[in-house]
Protein backbone atom coordinates (compact mmCIF):
# COMPACT_ATOMS: atom_id res chain seq x y z
CA UNK A 1 0.00 0.00 0.00
CA UNK A 2 1.63 3.33 -0.48
CA UNK A 3 2.06 5.94 2.14
CA UNK A 4 1.76 9.54 2.75
CA UNK A 5 4.74 10.79 4.68
CA UNK A 6 4.36 14.38 5.60
CA UNK A 7 6.83 16.88 7.19
CA UNK A 8 6.91 20.46 8.23
CA UNK A 9 9.58 22.74 5.83
CA UNK A 10 11.52 24.58 7.83
CA UNK A 11 13.00 26.95 5.08
CA UNK A 12 11.15 26.50 1.27
CA UNK A 13 13.97 28.14 -0.92
CA UNK A 14 13.53 25.99 -3.58
CA UNK A 15 16.01 23.67 -3.45
CA UNK A 16 14.05 21.21 -1.03
CA UNK A 17 11.86 20.26 -2.74
CA UNK A 18 12.93 21.78 -6.64
CA UNK A 19 9.92 21.96 -8.16
CA UNK A 20 11.19 24.02 -11.27
CA UNK A 21 11.30 22.80 -15.34
CA UNK A 22 8.14 21.10 -14.96
CA UNK A 23 9.45 18.21 -12.47
CA UNK A 24 9.94 18.29 -8.61
CA UNK A 25 12.68 16.39 -6.72
CA UNK A 26 13.90 16.01 -3.30
CA UNK A 27 17.50 15.08 -3.61
CA UNK A 28 18.57 16.82 0.11
CA UNK A 29 17.74 17.22 2.97
CA UNK A 30 14.68 14.96 4.58
CA UNK A 31 17.19 11.50 4.69
CA UNK A 32 14.44 9.22 6.45
CA UNK A 33 11.64 10.00 3.69
CA UNK A 34 14.70 9.66 1.08
CA UNK A 35 15.76 6.03 1.98
CA UNK A 36 12.27 4.68 2.56
CA UNK A 37 9.94 6.22 -0.01
CA UNK A 38 8.86 3.99 -3.22
CA UNK A 39 7.21 4.89 -6.08
CA UNK A 40 3.33 5.80 -5.72
CA UNK A 41 3.99 7.29 -2.12
CA UNK A 42 2.99 10.86 -1.44
CA UNK A 43 5.39 13.56 -0.21
CA UNK A 44 3.68 15.92 1.79
CA UNK A 45 5.68 19.15 2.72
CA UNK A 46 3.68 21.21 5.26
CA UNK A 47 4.23 24.65 6.27
CA UNK A 48 6.65 26.26 9.47
CA UNK A 49 4.73 28.41 12.02
CA UNK A 50 8.08 30.50 11.68
CA UNK A 51 8.17 30.62 7.89
CA UNK A 52 9.71 33.84 6.46
CA UNK A 53 6.41 35.06 4.93
CA UNK A 54 4.97 34.60 8.35
CA UNK A 55 2.77 31.36 10.13
CA UNK A 56 1.74 28.90 7.20
CA UNK A 57 1.11 26.31 10.09
CA UNK A 58 -1.29 24.24 8.59
CA UNK A 59 -0.80 25.03 5.08
CA UNK A 60 0.27 22.46 2.20
CA UNK A 61 3.71 24.09 0.63
CA UNK A 62 4.00 21.00 -1.75
CA UNK A 63 3.46 17.62 -2.97
CA UNK A 64 4.24 14.81 -4.71
CA UNK A 65 3.44 11.51 -6.07
CA UNK A 66 6.46 9.66 -6.23
CA UNK A 67 7.52 8.19 -9.86
CA UNK A 68 10.86 7.24 -9.62
CA UNK A 69 13.73 6.78 -6.90
CA UNK A 70 17.24 6.95 -8.00
CA UNK A 71 20.44 6.62 -5.63
CA UNK A 72 22.12 10.35 -5.32
CA UNK A 73 24.69 8.39 -7.58
CA UNK A 74 22.21 7.41 -10.22
CA UNK A 75 20.80 11.39 -9.88
CA UNK A 76 24.47 12.22 -10.87
CA UNK A 77 24.85 10.44 -13.59
CA UNK A 78 21.60 11.03 -15.23
CA UNK A 79 21.48 14.60 -14.58
CA UNK A 80 24.39 15.41 -17.01
CA UNK A 81 22.18 14.29 -20.30
CA UNK A 82 18.63 14.29 -18.75
CA UNK A 83 18.62 17.27 -16.27
CA UNK A 84 21.56 19.35 -16.44
CA UNK A 85 19.62 22.45 -15.01
CA UNK A 86 19.51 20.41 -11.75
CA UNK A 87 23.01 20.69 -11.75
CA UNK A 88 23.62 23.93 -9.58
CA UNK A 89 25.05 26.48 -11.18
CA UNK A 90 25.47 29.33 -8.49
CA UNK A 91 27.09 32.22 -10.79
CA UNK A 92 23.57 32.29 -12.98
CA UNK A 93 21.25 34.71 -13.54
CA UNK A 94 18.49 32.35 -12.99
CA UNK A 95 17.10 31.23 -10.06
CA UNK A 96 15.95 27.75 -11.56
CA UNK A 97 20.23 26.74 -12.03
CA UNK A 98 21.60 28.41 -9.09
CA UNK A 99 18.75 25.76 -6.58
CA UNK A 100 20.39 22.98 -8.90
CA UNK A 101 19.95 20.26 -6.11
CA UNK A 102 22.47 17.70 -8.01
CA UNK A 103 25.13 19.04 -5.95
CA UNK A 104 27.14 15.69 -5.32
CA UNK A 105 29.84 14.90 -7.79
CA UNK A 106 30.27 11.61 -8.27
CA UNK A 107 32.43 10.85 -11.48
CA UNK A 108 35.36 10.03 -9.14
CA UNK A 109 34.02 7.25 -7.30
CA UNK A 110 33.74 9.55 -4.28
CA UNK A 111 30.82 12.59 -3.50
CA UNK A 112 31.79 15.61 -4.06
CA UNK A 113 29.73 18.62 -2.79
CA UNK A 114 29.68 20.93 -5.61
CA UNK A 115 28.94 24.50 -4.71
CA UNK A 116 25.44 25.16 -4.08
CA UNK A 117 22.59 26.23 -1.23
CA UNK A 118 24.32 23.35 1.03
CA UNK A 119 27.81 23.42 2.76
CA UNK A 120 30.10 20.79 4.66
CA UNK A 121 27.78 20.58 7.10
CA UNK A 122 25.18 18.95 5.41
CA UNK A 123 26.92 16.40 3.55
CA UNK A 124 26.22 13.57 6.65
CA UNK A 125 22.26 14.17 6.33
CA UNK A 126 22.46 14.65 2.64
CA UNK A 127 24.41 11.43 1.39
CA UNK A 128 22.28 9.69 4.44
CA UNK A 129 19.19 10.03 2.84
CA UNK A 130 20.74 7.89 -0.13
CA UNK A 131 17.91 8.42 -2.58
CA UNK A 132 16.59 11.01 -4.67
CA UNK A 133 12.41 11.37 -5.56
CA UNK A 134 11.22 12.46 -8.64
CA UNK A 135 7.81 13.41 -10.25
CA UNK A 136 5.78 14.98 -12.64
CA UNK A 137 2.96 14.66 -10.69
CA UNK A 138 2.97 17.26 -8.26
CA UNK A 139 1.83 20.21 -7.07
CA UNK A 140 3.88 23.61 -5.32
CA UNK A 141 2.68 26.73 -3.66
CA UNK A 142 5.31 28.07 -2.28
CA UNK A 143 4.80 31.35 -0.46
CA UNK A 144 0.98 30.67 -1.98
CA UNK A 145 0.77 27.81 0.29
CA UNK A 146 -2.57 26.71 0.98
CA UNK A 147 -4.51 26.28 3.95
CA UNK A 148 -5.47 22.18 4.72
CA UNK A 149 -8.86 21.74 5.51
CA UNK A 150 -9.76 21.09 9.29
CA UNK A 151 -10.41 17.07 8.73
CA UNK A 152 -6.74 16.80 7.31
CA UNK A 153 -5.29 18.55 10.10
CA UNK A 154 -4.26 15.39 11.85
CA UNK A 155 -0.95 15.07 9.46
CA UNK A 156 0.16 18.16 10.51
CA UNK A 157 2.88 18.49 12.90
CA UNK A 158 5.68 21.39 14.22
CA UNK A 159 8.22 19.14 14.91
CA UNK A 160 11.16 17.64 13.65
CA UNK A 161 10.34 14.52 12.14
CA UNK A 162 7.85 13.32 9.87
CA UNK A 163 4.63 11.41 9.82
CA UNK A 164 3.94 8.13 7.63
CA UNK A 165 2.09 5.31 9.06
CA UNK A 166 -0.21 7.25 11.29
CA UNK A 167 -1.28 9.04 8.06
CA UNK A 168 -2.70 5.72 6.60
CA UNK A 169 -6.17 6.87 7.28
CA UNK A 170 -6.30 10.07 5.81
CA UNK A 171 -4.38 9.00 2.80
CA UNK A 172 -7.58 8.53 0.25
CA UNK A 173 -8.72 12.10 1.58
CA UNK A 174 -5.19 13.93 1.20
CA UNK A 175 -5.24 13.11 -2.72
CA UNK A 176 -8.93 13.48 -3.06
CA UNK A 177 -8.05 17.17 -1.71
CA UNK A 178 -5.18 17.84 -3.93
CA UNK A 179 -6.52 16.93 -6.80
CA UNK A 180 -8.88 19.26 -6.25
CA UNK A 181 -7.37 22.61 -5.33
CA UNK A 182 -5.84 23.25 -9.36
CA UNK A 183 -6.67 22.07 -12.59
CA UNK A 184 -2.99 21.21 -13.81
CA UNK A 185 -0.37 19.54 -11.83
CA UNK A 186 3.23 19.84 -12.77
CA UNK A 187 3.03 23.56 -12.52
CA UNK A 188 4.59 26.01 -9.81
CA UNK A 189 1.15 27.63 -8.06
CA UNK A 190 3.55 29.55 -6.29
CA UNK A 191 7.35 31.29 -5.56
CA UNK A 192 9.35 30.05 -2.97
CA UNK A 193 8.72 31.60 0.35
CA UNK A 194 12.65 32.17 0.73
CA UNK A 195 15.06 33.45 -1.60
CA UNK A 196 18.87 32.75 -0.92
CA UNK A 197 21.19 36.07 -0.70
CA UNK A 198 23.03 35.41 -3.46
CA UNK A 199 25.05 38.65 -3.30
CA UNK A 200 26.96 37.21 -0.29
CA UNK A 201 27.77 33.82 -1.82
CA UNK A 202 30.48 32.35 -0.04
CA UNK A 203 33.05 29.14 -0.61
CA UNK A 204 29.96 26.75 -0.18
CA UNK A 205 27.64 28.63 -2.28
CA UNK A 206 25.70 31.04 0.32
CA UNK A 207 24.36 28.07 2.00
CA UNK A 208 21.16 28.55 3.03
CA UNK A 209 20.35 28.50 7.27
CA UNK A 210 19.03 24.66 8.02
CA UNK A 211 18.49 22.76 10.80
CA UNK A 212 19.76 19.48 10.69
CA UNK A 213 17.34 17.10 9.17
CA UNK A 214 16.44 13.99 11.66
CA UNK A 215 17.90 11.01 11.45
CA UNK A 216 15.44 8.89 14.00
CA UNK A 217 11.24 8.42 12.82
CA UNK A 218 9.09 6.85 15.52
CA UNK A 219 6.31 7.08 12.68
CA UNK A 220 8.71 5.91 9.64
Not at 1 to 8: E, G, N, V
Not at 15 to 20: E, G, L, Q, V, Y
Not at 141 to 150: E, I, K, V
Not at 186 to 207: F, K, M, N, R
Request: charge should be negative; include cysteine.
Amino acid sequence: MPRLFTYTIPVDDGAAPNPFHGMCSLAICKPGIRRVARPDDWVAGLGSKNAPSGDLSGHLVYAMRVEEVLSLRDYDLAARSRWPHRIPNIHSTSLQERLGDCIYDFSNGTPIQRLSVHGSDNVATDLGGENVLLSRDFYYFGSRARMLPDYLRPICHQTQGHRSNSNAPYFDQFISWVRALVPVPGQLYGWPDHIVEWSTVSACGGCTPRKLDDEYDPDC
